[in-house]
Structures are given as structure tokens and as C-alpha cells.
């Protein structure tokens, strides 16, 4: 009769430790999954299923402007394949020393209600005077 017992309790403890690293791989996966889109793919998205994502793109010619009350930058994002397609983006932070209209750029944050995008993060691409320009070797 104790066997039998301790044959049941180890079973029972082997499905909780792996029902629970289970449930740890399922919630570190749905919490930590970000979407990694242009302006399109972001804009016929809702807001509900974007609220986290990364968008690339390119800082458009017209519309960048700073907040007054502290760091930050909005601009007009541009889809790289369709530049017609833009999306409107504010920053609160630090801006890097390379944005500029025309640079390369990828935002991480939330979609808005509005087809707005809130990002926490802002990224430009390196300028091209840091890469290799035809070197022998």
C-alpha cells in the first residue's frame, strides 16, 4: 500500500513541475511577443492587436517637430516600399544625433486608437560614412 502511495505522489508531482513550466513557457511567450512590421502591415492592423510592435520605415520630409515641455520628436513614418503610406509617430526621449528626414528608422511601442503610434523606443540606422567604401583587401 506505500508503494502504490508513493508511486501516485510522484505522479502527481511530475504533472504539476511540468503543467507549471508549461504555463511559464506559454505566459514568457504571449507577454514578450512583438510584431515586426512596415507602415502597411501596421496600419491594417487594430490597435487592440498591436500593442506591442516594432515598425520600420523612413522619417518623411514634412511633419517633424519637437514637444515643448521636454525631449521627444513626432514625425510622419514612411513605408519604405510604398511611400505614400504614413503614419504618425511621437517619441518621448532622447532623439539620436542621426535622425533626420530620410533616415532609416525602427520605433518600438503601441498603436493607438487613432492609427497613431506611441513609441518608447526610437532607433536610425547607421550612416552610411560608418560603412566599408570599396576597400582592397
Known amino acids: 500500500m506505500a508503494r502504490k502511495n508513493s508511486t501516485v505522489t510522484y505522479a502527481l508531482a511530475g504533472l504539476l513541475f511540468l503543467g507549471g513550466i508549461g504555463w511559464l513557457l506559454y505566459s514568457g511567450f504571449s507577454e514578450n511577443s512583438i510584431y515586426f ?3 502597411s502591415e501596421a496600419k491594417a ?3 487592440e492587436n498591436l500593442r506591442a510592435a ?3 520605415g523612413t522619417v518623411a520630409p514634412e511633419g517633424i517637430s519637437s ?3 521636454g525631449p521627444g520628436v513626432a514625425f510622419l513614418l514612411q513605408d519604405k ?3 505614400r503610406q504614413t503614419m504618425p509617430v511621437s517619441f518621448r ?3 539620436p544625433d542621426n535622425f533626420k528626414a530620410g533616415a532609416e528608422v525602427i520605433v518600438e511601442g503601441r498603436m ?3 492609427k497613431s503610434f506611441s ?3 526610437l532607433m536610425t540606422q547607421c550612416p552610411s560614412k560608418y560603412q566599408k567604401e570599396n576597400r582592397k583587401t
Open 37 to 39: 512590421l512596415n507602415v
Open 45 to 47: 492592423a487594430t490597435a
Open 54 to 56: 516594432r515598425l520600420f
Open 67 to 69: 514637444p515643448q515641455d
Open 81 to 83: 516600399d510604398d511611400p
Open 93 to 95: 526621449g532622447i532623439v
Open 112 to 114: 493607438n486608437p487613432d
Open 119 to 121: 513609441a518608447k523606443i
